[in-house]
């Protein structure tokens, strides 16, 4: 297997193990080298207080596109842990799916720092909803593991 | 009633709406004027891929915490929307639930700014494991539905 | 005077006004509806510890260029004010002169979301150094005069 | 001299490298582990379009004092570098100096996480302006010089 085919077999294996994306219904529906998206399909169960899709359900999808579009581009002995992200709601998340696209603007050896937009699609018609600014870490000798201290 | 009690009613009914906080099981555990904290119990849906709280699920109840906060302190005929957080993940969140309690730093006319506090409580222990900043946008006539266009 | 130019005109005085731009010795290179550009030269007086600019020239040229290209975007009754921003240290800022380059990525009418790129150039080339995502705000009836309580 | 006091010594001495801190005209005016303050008077260089601090200066005294803040807990052989910040603007910055105070909120290895509040000082009241939320990377075996690439 080719350093990137077990990249990316790396990438959804770990996505297959949050217990968290499968609650929500999310899949993830593209994945390239420092690049990730991941959709979730609408329920009540995804909804604030006037129907819409909840803000944190966004946040969820862009934070796991965005460490994933970083993870992918970590050697395979490396580990990947969120360390921060802002994300601006700029409008109502209205529609029948949300799609959250990540990408990494900057790869460091240590840090990735990667914005998402998050859009939701009604009547085949995407709206940005949300966008984020996130930092990720590559953890050595980790596995995929989490640090008991960062 | 009183405009306290008012207040108090109408957030817990708006909490009471959202879908998604049901799908968590998160319960709001306290509310004050400018204050709210949100529990979680831990299940295997709400893990991340090392068997920890999933960091949507921080951030989450988080933002709840902060929008009800804020939303504690506006007039009635107000509806309460979050513009933009920042999250900080500081440490695993490993154990039986997560508490996110959340405080107005400042509270504008139009916009309230917050921070809440998310710990992991483990064996009664707790834990700082992330840290947010937030602001929540007060809107005008709208009895908590949504806006078009901020 | 048409409106678009009465913006700009606006805009430009706006930025005169401003004494700490002055003091970093930035200039306005560019500005069209919902987008700005300000540059600012290399000088001791512009480092930090290393010799490299430091990070608080990219964060005030990023603010500034965010908040104006916002602005440009504002009716005329109306005055901004930046309500928050996060900034990502990138690279570090190495070079003759800094490039803020900022765009509204969402105009709401009371909150424009804006983006902005800082870019170090060294013998000609840029080099990203800083990213931000900004919430800016318009403030009816103020005449670009600050409030006393947002 | 104490592991603390070299720590101290270090500190004082890198911020005394930083030519935009004296620009600002800006002192520190405290230190302790873990914890800076970071303070400049008004002039009409610090200003913005109506006359107040630029939300730059607030923005960069409050990241220099992060910074240090996350410094004097490094081991010796160690540099610092901003990784990133968020700054919310919660009142204008009015008054006869600012003052920044940062602290440590969770101290790891590699990343320091941090907060700081600014106040603006008039007529010897504080007022609270900004606050901000940081993210802060120990380099090892940098000796206070910067990366090529993080």
Not at 93 to 109: N, T
């Amino acid at each position: 297997m080719s350093d990137e085919a077990e990249r990316e077999r790396r990438v959804r294996e770990s996505f297959a193990r949050q217990g968290f994306m499968r609650h929500l219904g999310a899949k993830m529906t593209a994945l390239g080298p420092g690049q990730c998206e991941i959709q979730v399909p609408y329920r009540e169960e995804m909804t604030q207080q006037h129907g819409y899709f909840h803000a944190g359900v966004a946040a969820a999808i862009a934070d796991s596109a965005s460490g994933y579009a970083a993870y992918s581009l970590m050697p395979v002995n490396y580990s990947v842990l969120t360390v921060e992200y802002k994300i601006n709601l700029v409008a109502p998340a209205a529609g029948e799916r949300l799609i959250a696209r990540a990408r990494v603007v900057r790869s460091g050896k240590t840090l990735k720092i990667c914005t998402a937009d998050v859009f939701a699609v009604k009547e085949g018609k995407e709206t940005l909803c949300a966008t984020t600014l996130s930092t990720i870490m590559a953890m050595q000798d980790r596995s995929d593991r989490p640090a008991a201290s960062r």
